[in-house]
């Protein structure tokens, strides 16, 4: 178990650029989520999938934020025409699933992908 | 909007002394209950999670869950400097979805 694999943990970007982030989940685990935080707020829920459906999206993401998860795998998690206020650690954790109480209820995060928009 | 409403401090305690967190939630529906701790510049890691009412004991950790006053709390005994960081409260519903109050920045002095 290697653990909720993020990838790049550091990107620097001039804004109108788009930029894509790639996160590996717990191997067993079908559950994958994307969260964004900034400094002083807690984790802010951007999207879910089950499998390689994706079935919750915040209305707070904006049509220019885009996620995938093909083949159940691994997820991309796309930001068109960045802005300043894309700026944010992108955090993806993953859960395995099961009935409350089950341990694999809980969500397991990545190590973070640090965004920063010039 | 379900929310879940964190006192964010700064709290500091001695080293050694017992440091208390709290947390309150909105939806009533909720039905598992985790702390995490955030160290700065990381991303959080769990400690503990309970789902049933009553105390749940973890080493130095206790995590204590009221579903009638919709309140969960931490507490952390012998507190380490070590344990000084951001401890997150989050929900789940019956949705699978996660929800994260702001976090209490907890500081043990040495």
């Known amino acids: 178990d290697t653990g909720v694999s993020q990838d790049p943990r550091h990107k620097i970007t001039k804004r109108g650029q788009n930029v894509t982030f790639r996160c590996d989940p717990i191997?067993?685990?079908?559950?994958l989520y994307w969260y964004r935080q900034t400094l002083g707020q807690g984790p802010e829920f951007l999207t879910y999938?089950?499998?390689?459906?994706?079935?919750?999206k915040s209305r707070l993401l904006s049509d220019r934020f885009s996620a995938e998860r093909p083949k159940g795998s691994f997820s991309t998690l796309e930001i068109q025409r960045t802005e300043q206020g894309d700026s944010a650690m992108y955090l993806c954790?993953?859960?395995?699933?099961?009935?409350?109480?089950?341990?694999?209820?809980?969500?397991?995060f990545g190590e973070g992908s640090w965004l920063t928009v010039v | 909007q379900k929310e879940v409403e964190q006192n964010s401090g700064p709290l500091s305690v001695p080293e050694g002394a017992i440091a208390s967190l709290n947390c309150t939630y909105s939806?009533?529906?909720?039905?598992?209950f985790f702390w995490y701790r955030q160290y700065s510049g990381k991303s959080p890691e769990l400690i503990m999670f309970?789902?049933?009412?009553g105390d749940k004991e973890d080493g130095r950790f206790t995590a204590q869950l009221n579903k009638a006053s919709q309140y969960v709390s931490l507490l952390i005994r012998d507190s380490q400097p070590s344990d000084s960081a951001t401890y997150l409260c989050?929900?789940?519903?019956?949705?699978?979805?996660?929800?994260f109050g702001t976090g209490t920045s907890l500081t043990v002095i040495p």
């Open positions: 954790a993953s859960s395995g699933g099961g009935s409350t109480g089950f341990p694999g209820n809980t969500i397991y």
């Open positions: 191997s067993e685990h079908n559950r």
């Open positions: 999938f089950q499998n390689e459906a994706q079935l919750e």
């Open positions: 939806d009533r529906g909720s039905q598992s």
């Open positions: 309970i789902y049933s009412n």
């Open positions: 989050a929900v789940r519903d019956t949705g699978n979805q996660f929800y």
